[in-house]
């Protein structure tokens, strides 16, 4: 079946580490997104890409950085310079670049802190 | 202020019960989206509608662009309608959904 695939489920970090999230996708879906979720907050942007080899930054992307070197692929780093990394991110892919199209979610990778 | 406010924040019902959860936004939008969250973290979309009214199964969406205000409905609840709904919506211009912070449902027997 086509999806999403964030990996892994939980991960921890020590302070001053960098961790990669990974997001797979097998829609064929040209558009790709990552978010991250706090405790009663709305998701917030951290990057999202609309073609390989590119992407923007969203509302909250400092001390993040990503990559889109395939279609399928868009892993998300979360760098030492985050300095409150703990939280729930969230992976979402959409078809074409039109606006008004449903994206598709993940399951979500819940980092946190040692 | 928040651009998508919902409410209430939290609800509990019991089951059998009919739900309406609230939506309300302060711009322009081409687009709302309702999204259910499972207790995992997964996220589905449930609807997206620019004008009118949808319904899929026990799930109802109304949207009302002159009033700025959405609501998703659930008859005949049921527990494993327990979720977090969240509205999210598109601005006219934007290439980003804004969302609400959520509204955490818990049905019971």
């Known amino acids: 079946d086509g999806g999403i695939t964030q990996s892994p489920k939980y991960l921890f970090r020590k302070e001053g580490q960098n961790v990669t999230l990974s997001c797979e996708q097998n829609?064929?879906?040209?558009?790709m997104y990552w978010y991250r979720q706090d405790p009663g907050q709305g998701l917030r942007l951290i990057y999202y890409?609309?073609?390989?080899?590119?992407?923007q930054k969203g509302d909250i992307a400092e001390g993040y950085s990503v990559s889109r070197e395939k279609k399928e692929s868009f892993p998300l780093t979360v760098t030492s310079a985050q300095k409150n990394p703990t939280a729930f991110y969230l992976c979402?892919?959409?078809?074409?670049?039109?606006?008004?199209?449903?994206?598709?979610f993940g399951d979500g990778t819940r980092l946190s802190i040692l | 202020k928040n651009e998508v406010e919902q409410s209430p924040q939290n609800l509990t019902a019991q089951e059998g019960e009919f739900i309406t959860i609230n939506c309300s936004y302060s711009?322009?939008?081409?687009?709302l989206h309702w999204l259910q969250q499972h207790p995992g973290g997964g996220i589905v979309s449930l609807f997206m509608?620019?004008?009118g009214k949808k319904k899929h199964g026990r799930l109802i969406a109304t949207i009302n662009i002159q009033e700025k205000h959405s609501s998703l409905h659930i008859t005949a609840s049921h527990p494993r309608d327990s979720a977090v709904y969240i509205c999210a919506v598109r601005s006219g211009s934007a290439r980003q959904l804004t969302f609400g912070s959520g509204t955490q449902l818990t049905v019971l027997p």
């Open positions: 979402a892919s959409k078809e074409g670049t039109g606006r008004n199209q449903p994206q598709h």
């Open positions: 509608l620019s004008s």
């Open positions: 890409s609309q073609i390989v080899n590119d992407f």
């Open positions: 829609l064929n879906h040209d558009a």
């Open positions: 711009v322009g939008i081409s687009a």
